[in-house]
T-cell receptor
Framework: DVKVTQSSRYLVKRTGEKVFLECVQD?????MFWYRQDPGLGLRLIYF???????EKGDIPEGYSVSREKKERFSLILESASTNQTSMYLC?????????????FGEGSWLTVV | GIQVEQSPPDLILQEGANSTLRCNFS?????LQWFHQNPWGQLINLFY???GTKQNGRLSATTVATERYSLLYISSSQTTDSGVYFC??????????FGTGTRLQVFP
């Protein structure tokens, strides 16, 4: 079975802190994604990576950056956390570019910025 | 961009009842997936169904691509079916656009 592991399940950070959310997948998938989920808004794509060192902005990239130095690992970085970034963050992966690939999600990371 | 609307937003059922969840989308897609998010936040892929009909146990899904909608059927619902059901679409890539979900509560 595909496993997508998010390193931290619950985090509390202070405004202005730099925050790293780590995600690892174990199935050699090319595609990796970071979404955030907020009540009433569903899931919104922050960043997408289709290969090592490659990234594309999603719908809401402002305030975030990403890093993909190895195929299995995709990191989301909040350079200076703000309270409006309090949310649940979901990492996902899929096999490769092109329609039709099942997407697998991690368990989510609940981030609170105070 | 594509708009994805799901209905109803909330659904309360007694165990054993059947239900239909609907997903409307505003443009042509070639990737449509249904997901279930359990009460602990884990999202599980239920179906990849850009067109046609599929069944998996008590769940089935139908997408009518020409009319831009998809339906998820849950038969003989169980308490473990509770959670949020999401429809997600994409016109040509794996970058899925999600609807806002249908929250289902099944009571014994």
């Amino acid at each position: 079975d595909v496993k997508v592991t998010q390193s931290s399940r619950y985090l509390v950070k202070r405004t202005g802190e730099k925050v790293f959310l780590e995600c690892v997948q174990d199935m050699d998938h090319e595609n990796m994604f970071w979404y955030r989920q907020d009540p009433g808004l569903g899931l919104r794509l922050i960043y997408f990576s289709y290969d090592v060192k490659m990234k594309e902005k999603g719908d809401i990239p402002e305030g975030y950056s990403v890093s993909r130095e190895k195929k299995e690992r995709f990191s989301l970085i909040l350079e200076s956390a703000s309270t409006n970034q309090t949310s649940m963050y979901l990492c996902a992966s899929s096999l490769r570019q092109g329609a039709g690939n099942t997407i697998y999600f991690g368990e989510g990371s609940w981030l609170t910025v105070v | 961009g594509i708009q994805v609307e799901q209905s109803p937003p909330d659904l309360i059922l007694q165990e054993g009842a059947n239900s239909t969840l609907r997903c409307n989308f505003s443009d042509s897609v070639n990737n449509l997936q249904w997901f279930h998010q359990n009460p602990w936040g884990q999202l599980i892929n239920l179906f990849y169904i850009p067109s046609g009909t599929k069944q998996n146990g008590r769940l089935s899904a139908t997408t009518v691509a020409t009319e831009r909608y998809s339906l998820l059927y849950i038969s003989s619902s169980q308490t473990t079916d509770s959670g949020v059901y999401f429809c997600a679409v994409s016109p040509f890539t794996d970058k899925l656009i999600f609807g806002t979900g249908t929250r289902l509560q099944v009571f014994p």
